[in-house]
């Protein structure tokens, strides 16, 4: 019993302190797997635009709301670690002269964030009444007479109330979810995958330029 | 998935306003004396004397004072209470509400500190981590996730702790966050899958459980 005691404690201790979740997506077997793939120096990167509807299956936040998804592989030469950073990605719209840097999990997770519509709207909803009344008491002459009826109905449709805003818990959810599921950022050795979010929406029929710097050289990959 | 809630309040309300009306009947009031003119005359002519006029003062005062009691009393037989039957109100109201649920941490009857804190789930020396079947239930800020798991007696885990069987675990509501959901069954692979809970919204996980390559030794 007092083992069994222990093992538990030792587990839920390990559980208080185990880091965040799995980084990155699985990668594929190689980059040539992924809609547009390069090569430079032994090192490989494949990409793939996510469209909104898949960005919508693959994430429970509304990421496809303000941000384009791109899915990036990294394959490291076999005797050359790689440093892998979202600085050295850019993209370029075509017909644009703009070219944006990914953000961050916490920055989309923060522009994602919903706020509530304001309770102080002036709402007007359609009411019925019908009154009567007669007689009453005359302060002035003091004189009393007829007879106090009064009726009245009146019917009201509250209609739709302020729509909810996020909450800060989603917003943290929301910035595990983007975080988890980005590429792993520092040096690897082995393949990593995962999303990068850029803050431009993901208009159909857009071709986007991926440009990947690496040691000062870059590296093009054209999405549609 | 928007929660939609709707109240009817319908009531009807039967108003009797009684006017508490104190008629007053003042009776008009005396004015005070004024001062005979022999004894204006008399202070005029003999301004000097202060001793008599402070006299003639005290006296016209006692005099005030005691009109005064007389008048009140007067008014106090005179005064007579009067309640009269004012109006009959009937009223009936109809209201309904198909606003949003209550963000997270607030309910119907206001914020409520304790939600973050309480995890939900409990520990048993025997079976280990578990969770109260309420803990799931429908509630403000949640979202939902709808399980379907094959075989439909398999176990269900959320963070490690013992959640209950699939059948009865269709529709899952979890407060925002990532969770570890796992699926097992007896001579099955485990399902496991890192979940993103969002207040409001629904994941569809559908756990099918394939058979176990370790074939269980006699």
């Known amino acids: ?224 | 998935m928007s929660l939609l809630r709707s109240g009817v309040l319908v009531a009807a309300t039967l108003a009797l306003s009684l006017n508490l009306l104190s008629q007053q009947t003042l009776t008009t009031a005396e004015q005070p004396q004024a001062a005979s003119p022999a004894q204006s005359q008399n202070a005029a002519a003999s301004p000097a004397n202060d001793l008599t006029q402070a006299q003639s003062e005290e006296k016209t005062a006692k005099t005030e004072t005691s009109q005064d009691q007389n008048k009140d009393s007067t008014d106090s037989k005179q005064r007579k209470t009067h309640i009269g039957l004012g109006a009959v109100t009937v009223g009936a109201g109809y209201s309904h509400f198909s606003g949003p649920p209550y963000p997270y941490g607030y309910g119907p009857y206001g914020y409520y500190p304790y939600d973050g804190l309480y995890s939900g789930m409990l520990w048993s020396p025997i079976w280990g981590p578990y969770y109260d079947p309420a803990y799931f239930s429908r509630g403000y800020g949640r979202g939902e996730v709808r399980l379907s798991a094959d075989p439909k007696t398999a176990a269900v885990y959320v963070d490690g702790g013992y959640a209950g069987t699939a059948d009865k675990l269709k529709n899952i509501w979890l407060d925002p966050g990532a969770y570890d959901l796992s699926v097992t069954a007896d001579g099955r692979e485990p399902f496991k899958e890192r979940i993103y809970v969002l207040s409001g919204k629904s994941v569809k996980i559908a756990a099918k459980l394939s058979e176990s390559k370790d074939k269980p030794q006699p």
């Open chain 1, 1 to 224: 019993m007092k083992r069994k005691f222990w093992t538990a404690l030792l587990l839920a201790g390990t559980a208080c302190f185990a880091g965040p979740g799995p980084k990155g997506t699985a990668p594929k077997s190689a980059a040539s797997f992924y809609s547009t793939h390069a090569e430079q120096q032994g090192t490989a990167i494949g990409a793939t635009l996510v469209s909104p509807q898949q960005a919508q299956k693959l994430f429970t936040s509304p990421v496809n709301r303000c941000c384009t998804v791109i899915e990036v592989a990294v394959f490291p030469s076999k005797d050359r670690p790689q440093d892998v950073s979202l600085n050295d990605f850019v993209l370029r719209v075509e017909g644009t002269e703009t070219a944006l840097k990914p953000s961050s999990a916490q920055v989309t997770a923060a522009s994602l964030r919903k706020k509530a519509s304001s309770d102080r709207d002036v709402r007007l909803s359609p009411t019925v009444g019908v009154g009567y009344n007669t007689g009453g008491y005359d302060p002035v002459s003091g004189r009393r007479g007829g007879v106090d009826e009064g009726v009245g109905v009146a019917v009201s449709d509250g209609g739709p109330g302020p729509k909810p805003g996020s909450t800060e818990k989603d917003r943290s959810a929301m910035e595990t979810e983007l975080s988890e599921k980005g590429l792993p950022e520092g040096t690897v050795t082995a393949p990593v995958a995962g999303y990068i979010y850029f803050p431009v929406s993901n208009k159909k029929g857009t071709t986007k330029v991926l440009e990947y710097t690496l040691n000062g050289k870059k590296m093009v990959l054209t999405l549609r």
